[in-house]
């Protein structure tokens, strides 16, 4: 079977060749730099960001959220990990989710006609929060994974009038809160701050590890229906300069812009990311499973895809858990979680859309699987400790992608 790989020289020049494009650069006496996104790079970051995400994705809504906020004269700075003021405080924002979540707490609640706030007021508000129980005053956002984590960070940067970093803190979607680079550096997310989608505040101010973090934020998600937004990893100027992925939205804004930039110019776009990426096309074929199960706080997939062109008579199998986590070519292991596996539309090169839930697969849908080394940080021992194949269960030692192709 045909197997791509490109260099990865050509895929860091174009990342840090990206951040000049800006039309706006704004500096202010005691003022770090930051730079104003426009529409385009701003629809690049989320087309990318999904890519990124390891998952399908939906980028309609976030793309009409931003264009809305745009419209309403709203400015998306952006600042880069080496212009952030080792003094200032920077936090993540994000939606965490509750699979198998209590829905006879939602029923009481309506029976109750409980009032709710938006998603944009918590996302808001839960930024306030911990800034509050903190006493420091949040300087800029960070996302805390790809996806429609990236879509709130941009937006409540935006509404607040702050700069969004261009780093992460994980570089893809994770389905657990510890799995993170500022905890394989030693930095905690606590003290957090969650609100419910009914207005309910709730302060970790202490909690024995990461694990416990991530095991309180989602009980509350699941007893609030399955959801709750969620503030995280207070960190200063000078600990983000450890505990993130620098150019990590300039890494997104390139992913978008190649696949966009390739169907314009009638190119293959997968072909494009390819040649832009250390990436390995691993597999492309039909989605004949997707089953689904929301249980313990995730959405667990179990997939299965028929090979077509010169795959054609193997089997593709994915284990999910929210996200892409190992696959198996014809069963055996093809590549595993910490390296990045994405799930992409051959037409669009953009995730794939469609599945139900997190992680899921549009049946009858062809997709195309690529895969990527994950960031050195991932790999390291307490990395692949946090998400590397024995932490889902599974009895084998984590073997890079680039030795199994």
Known sequence: MTRSKMGSITFFLLVTLIIPVSKTTITFANEPQTRILNEQELIDIIVGSCIQSTRGCETEESIKQITKALSEGKEFKLISADNFPNDWMVVAVQGIGGGGAWEHVIERTQKQNLPTITESEANSRVVDLLSEHMGQEVKALIRSEAAGATTTALLVAASKGIPTIDAGITGRAVPEVQQSIPWINGIASIPTAIITRWGDEIIIKDAVDEYRVEDLSRAIAVA?????????????????????IPGNLSEAMLFGKTVREARQRGEDPIAALLAVTNGYKL?????????????????????EIEGINEYKGSIYKIFVKNENIIAWLDDAVDVMSPDYIYNLNPKTGESITGGIGYGGYPLNEEVVMIGLPAHEQWRNRKGVELIGPKHFGFDFEYIPIEDLQ
């Open 224 to 244: 609030s229906g399955g959801d709750a937004t969620i503030t995280m990893t207070p960190m200063s100027g000078e600990q983000i300069k450890q505990g993130a």
């Open 283 to 303: 597999f492309q074929g039909i989605v004949t499973k997707s089953d689904e199960r929301g249980d313990r706080g995730f959405n667990w997939v179990d997939v």
